[in-house]
């Protein structure tokens, strides 16, 4: 963990905004969602490239396709669950068949709205984009990765998910590092358990690798930014490597970041895969910090499921 | 608009339902219905109002046409054929593998086609957000749409209706098929959405009634467009379902027609019948 501690939303919305004095085709649609996706300062600077809509994510994500065939770049940011769920057949059909290059964005994902309940989490956003052919879906894990991957969301041409979260976050590690879609990154080596994370718990899965390590575990850390499509080489490097990978991710266990990877594994290097997430139930609500610790998302969590995972040793058919 | 050049759009919109039934001749199933009640509409807007260039599909200041009932879809392939973006040959396909004519249009199979349209309530967002992103690149281009009256009860429609008429998009004319038939009966009773002209002006569209069969009609309307300056314009086109087909209008199951061969040829007889008598009418005209 490094530096301060940094609010992903202000963030995300600075690097679009900064990406559009570039880009003149880039505009902002809002579904009474711009401000509290850090959009202000854009709506102020560029008016007329800001659209607000009130609360109707299914129109917006029309909206955002009509647009996009007339060669703007919409961004549609709002929380998670509503530019995901509740929208799914204007996301399928309009952006995914229509192959448009619109960008939505789901703030204040996974649980981190704890305490609002179910209604507003996202623990199948994954589950559910990652089903739509040709959409990427994008799960920054600090502040300079939101920047980085906010750049290369809106230079990819197609529609992208990107998921952001609420509660402020800090940095990975020293500068900015090159963000490619589809693409892992080697976070930790090691040689007794590989931990493939993504998003917001990318950080407790270094910081559990650290206590790990101080109980004789050697874990390999691997970030994985893009959920989809998977890195299936650094999969297959985990499996070929480490033989034993645990999955990480604030999402329901089954359908997100652990099903691709154990996809992966099945079909070309089958490996005991560990997939730790949110159990298939409507999370309970209340402070974010204690939801991670009810639900082992956070560094003793992770550390405690890791290590019982190694006690099962491999399997015996 | 002229004597001669009426009768010659209604000419051609007569050789579009041919080309309707060229398709039902190839796959012997189709929704014909909506695909005979827009007729008159889909023709006027191709061969009359829309600037458009067949040979370049893609052209950027293009009017745009969707097909938010995209059931309705052989209306609009039939109207393309006749226009020359594609060979008819392909008319043909209708119903087979891979064919490039599906139930439903696909932008990316078929020129001339610019969304893929087919699980309604989706076509109006789409228009609106050509609308506003043609404007917003002072793109004179205009944008028009057609709904289905079965397809009001979506509720993404009326989201779109708001977003239209609050950015003012006076260059996006939607035309609502008002058939008045859907697959379990009258629209009326299975839902009803009348008095759909009131409701989309409530929403700040400037809105018109027609008799959406009648080309004289449609063409006065286009003529008017927009209605308004500042607002999106709505046409209620009062149709007949099935229209053109003596013994198929307004009967709720020629939403989806499966003809054995003689109907099929019934069909195509009626429809030639009045190919030929406009042909005459036309030449005389001229005369």
Redesign the interface.
């Known amino acids: 963990m490094i530096g301060e501690l940094k609010d992903p939303r202000k963030t995300f919305g600075k690097a679009v905004s900064d990406l559009a004095e570039q880009d003149e085709r880039i ?1 902002v649609l809002s579904a009474d969602s711009g401000f509290s996706s850090g959009f202000k300062e854009f709506a102020a600077a560029h008016p ?2 800001y ?1 607000e ?2 609360i ?1 994510e ?15 770049i ?1 961004v549609f940011c709002a929380i998670a669950p509503f530019v995901t769920c509740r929208n799914y ?2 996301f399928r ?2 952006l995914g ?3 448009q290059n619109a960008k939505l964005v789901g703030r204040n994902c996974g649980f981190t709205y704890s305490d609002l309940g179910a209604t507003h989490h996202s623990l199948e956003d994954f589950a559910v984009m990652r089903m739509i052919p040709g959409v990427v879906v994008l799960a920054p894990q600090s502040p300079d990765e939101i920047r980085a991957a906010s750049r290369a969301m809106l230079e990819h041409e197609g529609p992208v998910y990107m998921r952001i979260g609420n509660p402020k976050i800090p940095e990975l590690y020293d500068g900015e590092r090159e963000f490619t879609i589809g693409k892992g990154q080697l976070l930790r080596d090691g040689s007794d358990l590989a931990i493939i994370s993504t998003g917001s718990t990318t950080v407790y899965a270094l910081e559990a690798a650290q206590k790990l390590a101080e109980k004789g575990v050697s874990a390999m850390i691997i970030g994985m930014p893009t959920v989809s499509p998977i890195d299936e080489e650094m999969v297959l490097m985990a499996a070929k490597k480490v033989g034993k990978i645990m999955t990480v991710e604030e999402h329901y266990c089954r359908g997100g970041l652990g099903t691709l990877v154990a996809e992966v594994c099945a079909e070309k290097a089958p490996v005991p895969v560990k997939m730790h997430g949110v159990p298939q139930e409507y999370a309970t609500s209340g402070p974010y910090e204690e939801l991670l610790r009810y639900y082992k998302l956070d560094a003793e969590g992770i550390t405690e499921v890791a290590l019982e995972f190694i006690s099962q040793g491999s399997f015996v058919l | 608009m002229n004597e001669r050049e009426l009768t010659q759009l209604r000419l051609t919109a007569e050789r579009c339902r041919r080309n309707v039934l060229r398709m039902v001749e190839a796959s012997h199933h189709g929704h014909l219905g909506g695909a005979f009640s827009a007729m008159e509409i889909v023709t006027a807007l191709y061969f009359y109002k829309m600037n458009v260039r067949p040979g370049e599909p893609k052209w950027e200041g293009r009017d745009r046409f969707l097909l938010s009932a995209g059931h309705k879809s052989m209306v609009q392939y039939a109207v393309l054929a006749e226009k020359g973006y594609f060979d008819k040959s392909v008319l043909d396909t209708y119903g087979g593998f891979k064919t490039k004519i599906p139930g439903h249009p696909d932008m990316y199979k078929l020129p001339g086609i610019e969304a893929n349209t087919g699980a309604l309530g989706h076509g109006l967002s789409i228009a609106a957000g050509m609308a506003l992103g043609l404007r917003s690149q002072k793109n004179d281009a205009k944008v028009y749409a057609l709904m289905g009256d079965g397809e009001l009860a979506e509720g993404s429609n009326w989201e779109a209706a708001a977003a239209a008429a609050h950015y003012r998009l006076d260059n996006l004319t939607a035309f609502v098929d008002f058939n008045g038939l859907q697959i379990s009966g009258r629209v009326q009773d299975v839902m009803n959405y009348t008095p759909i002209a009131e409701h989309f002006a409530a929403f700040g569209w400037a809105v018109r009634d027609i008799d959406g069969n009648d080309m004289k009609q449609v063409v006065e309307t286009l003529d008017a467009l927009p209605f308004e300056k500042g607002k999106p314009s709505l046409v209620v086109a009062h149709t007949v379902k099935a229209k053109g087909l003596s013994f198929g209008e307004n009967i709720a199951s020629f939403h989806y027609w499966e003809p054995d061969d003689a109907a099929l040829k019934k069909g195509i007889d009626e429809v030639e019948a009045r190919i030929e008598a406009l042909e005459k009418e036309l030449e005389e005209v001229q005369a």
């Open positions: 505009v007329d490239r659209f809509f009130g109707m299914q129109g917006v994500t029309g909206i955002a396709a009509g647009m996009a065939t007339t060669g703007k919409p057949e204007m059909n309009d068949y229509m192959r």
